[in-house]
Structure formats: structure tokens, C-alpha cells
């Protein structure tokens, strides 16, 4: 069966949807693997957290018929409202702005899926995050994730090649898997159910430096720097046992 990105992308007015859409490797080759990892249905509710313009949103919304909550801070609603209606998933794609840091304007256990792809570093970084958002979903529900990672963690030992490339918010982001498995073994209230290095890293990343955005054209000396020697895509599943708030 041909993945829903390939057939999204075998047409050329959806490239340049894409293209134009995209603010990172593309987020829906990403969400289309992490997805395939969840038992995803047109019952489901799904908040998309930190969605950004949306592609993620689209992918659930389209291949699997789901209600989705595309909640973001970066992005506006209106902006990604028109961008649903344009696509057709207004329907069942409820955009919203969001500070998750600051907690969030849902019933508890109102999800069946928190999905998160490409955005879950840049605030997730905290033991207090986890706990915060578990009680969003219902109890036998999932909290996915796919973020950029590390193969190793390099500490205070950055290989000489990228130091050009890295600072403070890079060091604070960006990590291993086992940093991360750490980290989220730390909450109560559920059990990982899946961590792994992500298949379509080297793709995703490949088209989203082929979109002509000044930020991809910014990376490009990064990822040839770095030549598939560090980088890689973390995912990491998670079910719910217990919606216990936290204290």
C-alpha cells in the first residue's frame, strides 16, 4: 500500500502546499510513521499539540477520519482555520491557540490520543510537563511523540563539526533516547509502550531542506556537517493507566 504522504505528494499543487506549509522535516512523513504505531479511528478525539501550520492535523484528519484539536502557539487559529478549509478538513479540525506551559482548556480525560510531532522538545524538556497533560486523556488512551534527536548525548564533548551549529536552546532540546525514556519513567500514571530511532528520518529531513524556506536553507550546512553521524527522529509512545491529576 502506498503511504498517504507519497500519494499526497505524487501530486504537484500538494508539493507546493507542502512546501509552503512545512516548518521543519516534514511533519507528515513524521506524523504517517508515528501514527502507524497507534490503533487510530473516525471515533477518535486527538489533540494535536503544538501542531504548527498543520500537516500533522491533516494526516490524521484525512487518513483516518479523526476529530482533531490543532492546538498551537506559534500559529493562529484563523490562519490555520483557513488553511483546513482550504485542504477540506474544517470540519473536523478544530484549530486553537495554546501555551501548554501554562496548562490546558480541556475536560480531563476528553482525548483518546495526545499526538505531538516535531514540537514536544521545545517544552517537554521538564518533569512537570508529562504529568501535567496526562490527565487529558482518557484512561487506555496514548500520549505519542516524535521528535529530532540524538544518537548519543554529547554533553560538554560536542564533535568539532557541529560546533558552528550549536548553542544553549539546541543543548536544552535535543537528546538521546535514553534521556528521554529517563525522563518519562519518571511520571506516574502510565506505561511506555514504544521508544524507537523513527525510519523516516533521513527522508523527511531531505524534503524539508528541499523546500526553499530561509530556515531549511539555514540548515543545510548543519546536515551536511553532520552527514547522518548524530541526528535521528525519536518516537515514544506511551499508555495511560491512571488520570490522576498531579499534586
Not at 523513527?198 to 551536511?224: K, R, V
Amino acid at each position: 500500500m502506498i503511504p498517504f504522504t507519497d500519494r499526497f505528494m505524487s501530486d504537484d499543487d500538494n508539493i507546493g502546499f507542502l512546501k509552503a506549509t512545512m516548518m521543519g522535516p516534514n511533519a507528515m512523513r513524521v506524523s504517517e510513521e508515528l501514527a502507524s504505531r497507534l490503533n487510530i479511528d473516525g471515533t477518535m478525539r486527538i489533540l494535536d499539540l503544538g501542531c504548527g501550520r498543520g500537516l500533522s492535523t491533516l494526516l490524521l484528519a484525512k487518513k483516518y477520519g479523526a476529530s482533531v484539536f490543532a492546538a498551537d502557539l506559534w500559529i493562529s487559529p484563523t490562519e490555520n482555520y483557513e488553511r483546513f478549509r482550504s485542504v477540506g478538513i474544517d470540519d473536523r479540525a478544530v484549530p486553537i491557540s495554546v501555551d501548554a506551559t501554562k496548562g490546558l482548556p480541556f475536560a480531563h480525560g476528553y482525548f483518546d490520543v495526545l499526538f505531538t510531532v516535531d514540537a514536544y522538545h521545545y517544552f517537554g524538556d521538564t518533569e512537570d510537563m508529562l504529568p501535567s497533560l496526562i490527565p487529558f486523556v482518557k484512561k487506555g488512551g496514548s500520549i505519542a511523540l516524535a521528535i529530532p534527536g540524538l544518537k548519543y548525548d554529547f554533553g560538554d564533548d560536542v564533535p568539532p563539526e557541529m560546533q558552528p551549529f550549536w548553542n544553549d536552546e539546541i543543548a536544552r532540546t535535543i537528546h538521546s533516547i535514553d534521556w528521554w525514556e529517563r525522563l518519562w519513567k519518571k511520571a506516574d500514571g502510565i506505561e511506555i509502550a514504544d521508544i524507537r530511532e523513527m525510519a523516516c528520518c533521513g527522508q523527511a529531513w531531505s524534503e524539508w531542506l528541499a523546500s526553499s524556506h530561509p530556515i531549511a536553507a539555514e540548515d543545510i550546512p548543519m546536515m551536511e556537517a553532520e552527514g547522518g553521524k548524530y541526528f535521528n527522529f525519536i518516537q515514544l509512545i506511551a499508555r495511560v493507566v491512571s488520570m490522576e491529576s498531579p499534586a
